[in-house]
């Protein structure tokens, strides 16, 4: 008998993509060993993959651990990932939990979940690692996506940018990757499985094979031979990492999707400079540009900012504004400033007022909201392809290639049932007509070719 046969696991995850992955990948491990992965309110065993890249992220973690903890009170409660790795023993203590497990080890967190409801080992119980003297990979596998229909792989761990703000050193360690071999047998498990898309993840993703005899470039290229993969994403990419051979490599590749999730920060050169970001805002520039230039200018480049870093004046924030205006940047996810202790960032002085950090913040969403439209707009009166993630028989849900939400009306075919769609790509058969586009989601039709 398997260690956990018909052990009930509830598995919530927050933050990134790489957790997003790691979630897929534990909940596959209690799996393989008999537990059933519960959707409902009733559990065993409750499992939280935490995020603490913020102060509002670590706030989201304990709150959930403690819905978690309200809904089942009788069940055994696991905080694993970041939270973990970033806080002293005695703060994790006070949440109640049974298990903590930080960066590195959560291949290991199936076996002591076992071994503890059997009575082998005492709770309450913290395992950590110091993750910035040790370089090991964290053996987690993934052979079933359970709650996407596409797949995150994670490739790739840590990072030694030791940018400014930055508190993801410290959590989780620096760089390692991934055997390639066995990202590429992984990705065939998937896609025998019936995964049509991959997004590669990793904390900073372009140092992938950083050390060793193979690099991005090389993965992407062998990953485009396996039989079946439709799609190719990254998640993000640090805009360094995007040189001509890596460019040249996703411009030959007839799987990979054309959008690029490029962290900006800032366009300011002074506040780039605070950030340690190691590039000015011509620098960036120049790269968006050749992403395009090898691309092709449909290519839809995302990214991050951050706002009210110390010493932002208002000429400062208007020059990021108008750097992503300018480069016609899609979609963008804006941040405040979050202190976070241990970086450098945590004593510089000039912070803004909530007051002003707030009509800022407000200010970079509604741009962003602009800019996505004005890219949305471009595909009105095209047809594109999408992978459905909701199909409710007359409707269907689901992503461009270039990254965008899509709605349309598709006439469901005799004997089709409902959802049958979900994880498939509609765009070859029966193609998708946008006809207009609002809020940056596209809306079309079904059209048989």
């Known amino acids: 008998m398997r260690s956990l046969e018909g052990v009930k696991v509830r598995i919530k995850c927050l933050g990134c993509r790489t957790n997003i992955y790691e979630a897929e990948a534990i909940a596959d491990s209690f799996r393989n060993e008999g537990a059933i992965i519960a959707n409902g309110d009733e559990f065993d065993v409750g499992v939280l993959v935490s995020c603490a890249v913020t102060k509002t992220a670590e706030k989201k973690c304990r709150q ?6 309200r809904k089942s009170p ?47 080992i005492r709770k309450p119980l913290i395992l950590k690692t110091d993750v910035l003297h040790d370089e090991r990979w964290d053996s987690l596998r993934l052979s079933k996506v359970s709650f996407h229909t596409r797949s995150f792989v994670k490739v790739q761990d840590g990072c030694d940018s030791f940018c400014s703000y930055c508190i993801v050193p410290f959590l989780r360690g620096r760089p390692t990757s991934r055997d390639m071999q066995e990202v590429i047998d992984e990705v065939e498990r998937l896609v025998n499985q019936g995964c049509k898309e991959v997004v590669l993840t990793g904390v900073h993703l372009g140092l992938y094979g950083s050390g060793c005899d193979f690099d991005l470039g090389d993965l992407v290229k062998s990953l485009a031979k396996i039989k079946g993969l439709k799609r190719l994403r990254f998640g993000s990419i640090e805009p360094l990492a995007l040189d001509d051979k890596l460019l040249r490599l996703l411009a030959e590749s007839e799987i990979f999707c054309r959008h690029l999730h490029i962290p900006l920060q800032s366009g300011d050169d002074g506040i780039l400079d605070l950030m340690k970001r190691g590039y000015k805002a011509k620098d960036f520039a120049d790269i968006i540009e050749n992403v395009r230039r090898h691309l092709g200018d449909d290519v839809h480049v995302s990214t991050d900012i951050i706002v009210g870093f110390p010493g932002e004046g208002e000429r400062a924030f208007e020059n990021t504004l108008t750097l992503i ?82 709605e349309a009306d598709i006439d469901r075919r005799p004997k089709e049932p409902r959802g049958c769609l979900e994880g498939q790509i509609v765009g070859l058969e029966r193609q998708i007509y946008v006809t207009k586009a609002e809020h940056g989601i596209l809306h079309g039709v079904s059209s048989e070719t």
């Not at 959930?64 to 903890?69: D, Y």
């Open 325 to 406: 205006d300018n480069l016609g940047i899609g979609r963008v996810h804006v941040f405040p400033f979050s202190p976070r202790k241990g970086t450098k960032a945590y004593t510089m002085p000039e912070r803004l007022d909530k007051r002003e950090l707030e009509s800022r913040i407000d200010r970079a969403i509604n741009l962003g909201r602009e800019l996505l439209q004005r890219f949305a707009r471009r595909w009105v009166g095209q047809r594109v392809e999408i992978l459905v993630e909701h199909c409710d028989g007359a409707r269907v849900k689901g992503l461009s290639r270039h990254y965008l939400e899509v």
């Open 64 to 69: 959930a651990l403690r819905r978690m903890q």
């Open 74 to 120: 009788q069940a055994m409660t696991v905080l694993c990932g970041c939270y973990v790795q970033g806080r002293p023993d005695e703060d994790l203590l006070q949440l109640g939990a049974d298990l903590y497990v930080g960066n590195r080890l959560k291949a290991e967190l199936t076996n002591i979940v076992a071994s503890m409801i059997k009575g082998g």
